[in-house]
């Protein structure tokens, strides 16, 4: 860890925009502030309209340039960027924590999952193959080529402040598009880090541009609307993607959506229970419970759900929580009252309902918003729970009698981001995997998550994949040449 007496050596507190530090036409600032303490951090430049139209203005001007760059020249930009972000991982994870709460511990292996992207886009840069395909005509010939998109827009969330960023930005640069980066406003530090870094690593003049800004309102009419913008990427709620995916209607913009889940857990009466327990809390507690992976509902057999129940207890009770920062700490704080309040609105309804509190269920004697790991039991579809993503540390346990009423009850929602289930039937592998209408399917594991592997939901929890070699077709178009030979 770095040395507290000193400046921290990654701390940025203006935009990035055009290649340069900027602090806005008339500069204006928010305080961010440590959930562990609730105490400032420091004050970040606040854009407001004119700065942002600046940053488009930029990465339209840096475009051109960028995408007649030979694949492997930017590559090599990407891969010295990846090692500029392997260099600082502490100094990274350290402002991780400070701003978002959660573990140092889990901040670190952001900061390589982050950077994993960087490096995977910069290898796929150079494999963006088009096709020729057999004419239909002697004297024609016909070629697909993938191009560039153009200027992507890309909006992420508090929850991965470094690897969600990475996941969009490595992709949109690998294929020649240049970005305009929106952090969430209680996440912009680590942003500007990762800006502060692409600077080091020889990134040219606007191809990244990172835009701090409060008002979520005024960036998202401004980035959906502005004819120089060619897609946007996006990762957050559901409510938000829909009115962002009406809003792009107006210019047809490209996106990529990574929403909201509603992930089941699925345990079957083969299952080992203590793989299981192990991976439900890998699946549940990480980050607070503040993921869109998190299993939100655990669908237990009916006769080993008393067992799994008390054995997840046992677990979820050994949990240590405290200030991310202190070495040991399981679970950090929640990001705001709000998300606190939503935890306990969920838990209460349950409780009313006939739900059962095994563990937890309130704040913890810390105060601020940490919240003590939970477990319930005899949880219902009527209760909030089982349909709503709670994004908190609650694991709800709900009991089934056959394959058939625990795929019912797990494709039971409009999400279908995540799912999990734990067999250990070769036959059930196959048709529980099958029959789950989810984009991401850990069996036997709670934690899916990598950079080669294509990341994305069903249904309502988006448009698109991210990661893989899939992850950069999204920011191409096909492009269809036909040449007369005479
Ligand atoms: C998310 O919560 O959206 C991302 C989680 C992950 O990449 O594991």
Redesign the pocket.
Known sequence: MFDHSMPHPLLRTEAFIGGNWYRGERERRTAISNPATGAVLAEVVDLQQKDLEWAVQCAYQAFPSWRRMVAGQRALLLRAWYDEIMQHVEPLAEIITLEQGKPITESIAEVR?AASFIEWFAEEAKRLYGELVPPHMADKRIMVTRQPVGVVASIT?W??PA??IA?KVAPALAAGCTVIAKPAPQTPFTALALAALAEKAGLPAGVLNVVPTTDSEMAGNLLTSDLRIAKISF?GSTAVGKKLMAACSGTLKRLSL?LG?NAPFLVFDDANLEDAVQGAVASKY??AG?????ANRFLVHRSVSDVFASKLAAEVQNLRVGNGMMRGVDQGPLINESAVQKVEAHVQDAISKGATLVCGGKRHPLGGTYFTPTVLTGVNRTMLIAHEETFGPVAPIMTFDSDQEAIDLANDTRAGLAAYFYTESYQRFWRISEALDYGIVGHNTGL??TEIAP?GGMKESGVGREGSRHGILDYTELQYICSHIG
């Not at 503040?290 to 998190?294: H, L």
């Open positions: 999952y969330p929850n991965f690897a969600m996941r990762t990574e889940g990480r980050n503040q993921t869109c992976v998190c899916i998550s990341f």
